[in-house]
């Protein structure tokens, strides 16, 4: 006989208000498994014709690490009636090895994106084992724990969601990669493991402080390079991951308060809101305006070119002209919607105000 699952009115009502969706919840407790994401494809390091990626000599391997999310889901499990947040942080799984493991294949030259995004997600599966705590765990590292993706979104150009998927592990790949002619290849990824080994693991040097049986881990590894750089990585993790401070998000701001003004502003708008349905009078041209678009539009297009030539010291010259013109007819429209409110010319007001919105998005 199945049970049903029976949740009282009390216990019901808690889990609404604080957000959760019953019928997800008990999807996901109840055999509703939970969603793993497609793997980035992102494009590897690329080096000239003629040359090789090969890792440099000497690198730092950094991470965040995940021991704490900070979040948590309620565990239906062991939801107790009288104290319903009692479940949320009991025996909390650690993916920390997962994620300092995904960290140190991102900084590994030659893994791929794929790569390490399958050792995660096969790391994470061992550990949560279906613990929906473990997996959103999981899945806040996936999205906020890279160390390498330090840049901010430009508002001011259209957001892409896989490039933004890509930006850590490129930026990891281009601090650990450097590119050599063929010939110097071996010798590289040779010295690289000398200084791995005298750093990490000194008994594997002889007296004179060359590799013991080189030959021998050659012939085990030729070929597969970057996997013993993962692996030896892996095996020494705790000496070689430096782990790092993530930078905590900017304090919350309250919403500016209104002015004076623009309280009696919004009033006259509500008051005249009735004018402004009747037909009213034709617009007046505005040259200043028109120009502003126009010169806009073809430093946009100047930009757009300049960006796919991939002349980028022009493109930012273009972007800070743009930002310019921007500033200065903000301050035009200003200057103008303050003449319109002094004549009480309320819905001109409002055009301007509607056009000055735009501008400071």
């Not at 959760?20 to 992102?42: D, K, R």
Request: aromatic residues 6%; neutral net charge.
């Amino acid at each position: 006989m199945v049970q049903k699952a029976v949740l009282s009115p009390s216990v019901a009502a808690f889990i609404l208000a604080c957000g959760f969706s019953i019928p997800s919840l008990v999807a996901g407790q109840f055999g509703g498994g939970g969603y793993t994401p497609p793997a980035p494809i992102c494009p590897s390091f690329s080096c000239p014709s003629g040359q090789h990626a090969v890792g440099k000599p000497e690198t730092k391997v950094v991470s965040y690490g995940c021991k704490d999310s900070g979040m948590s889901v309620l565990n239906m499990a062991s939801l107790d009636p009288n104290n319903p947040m009692g479940g949320m942080n009991q025996g909390g799984k650690n993916l920390n090895k997962c994620c300092l493991e995904r960290d140190i294949c991102k900084q590994t030259c030659g893994m791929s994106s794929k790569e390490c995004f399958d050792i995660f997600q096969k790391c994470q599966a061992k550990i949560c084992k279906g613990d929906q705590n473990c997996q959103l765990q999981g899945m806040i590292s996936e999205m906020s724990g890279d160390p390498f993706d330090t840049k901010k979104d430009d508002l001011s150009e259209k957001y892409d969601p896989e490039a933004a998927k890509c930006r850590g592990y490129n930026a990891a790949q281009a601090s650990v990669c450097q590119c050599l002619p063929k010939a110097e290849v071996k010798d590289a990824q040779e010295k690289k493991l000398q200084r791995f080994y005298k750093k990490f693991n000194p008994e594997k040097l002889d007296d004179k402080g060359e590799i013991k049986d080189v030959q021998e881990v050659w012939k085990k590894w030729a070929g597969k390079e970057k996997d013993m750089f993962l692996a030896l990585s892996t095996k020494y993790r705790e000496k070689v991951v430096t782990m790092k401070q993530k930078p905590k998000p900017p304090p919350y701001k309250p919403p500016t308060k209104k002015s004076k003004d623009d309280d009696e502003e919004e009033s006259a708008e509500q008051s005249f809101g009735a004018e402004e349905e009747k037909a009213a009078p034709p617009a007046e041209i505005d040259i200043e305006g028109e120009e502003f678009e126009k010169e806009l539009l073809g430093l946009e297009i100047k930009k757009g070119k300049a960006k796919k030539d991939e002349d980028y010291d022009l493109a930012g010259e273009l972007k800070d002209q743009v930002i310019s013109l921007r500033a200065a007819e903000v301050k035009r429209l200003t200057a103008k919607k303050a003449k319109a409110l002094e004549d009480e010319d309320y819905i001109a007001a409002k055009v301007i105000k509607g056009r000055l919105a735009k501008l400071e998005l």
